[in-house]
Each structure stands twice: as C-alpha cells, then as structure tokens.
C-alpha cells in the first residue's frame, strides 16, 4: 500500500486530498469518526422535517448514530492504548 492514498471522494490526476496510510491509528479513526458525525448530524436535520424524504433520513440517520457510538467505544479504547 502506497503511503499517501487519495480520498475517494474526487476523481482528479493529481490528487491534493490525500490520507497518510501509516498515521497513527487513533488520528486515523478520530478523523473518520468526525466526517461520520458530522454527515450524521445533517440527516439528523434533515429527518427532523417533512415529507418522504424525511423518513427516509431517520431510518438512515439510526443506524449512523449506532455506528457513531460504536466508533466513540472503539476511540476510547485506542486512546487507552496509546497512553499506555
């Protein structure tokens, strides 16, 4: 695996957006869980609404907040991991 990998969001030759693949774990999963959180909280917002849009977004928005606290237990434990 190359170390600096482009995020798969943009489609470009050259790649300005990218992930260290050998950053330390903890800041790998803290920064995935803050994109994760925050794309949680818009569809939040949006299943607060009206109309069929907005039950989609709560059957949606559930098992995001699941995988939140999931993510939340597992930074924990790295961060335990890596005070220790």
Partial sequence: MDRYMPITGIDCTIASLVIDTQAPLDVLHETAAY??????QLLE???FGEGIHSELARVLVTSLRDGCDLMD????????????
């Fill in 35 to 40: 994109r994760i959180r925050t794309a949680t």
């Fill in 45 to 47: 917002n949006i299943a």
């Fill in 73 to 84: 237990v597992i930074g924990r434990r790295l961060q335990k991991q890596v005070s220790a």
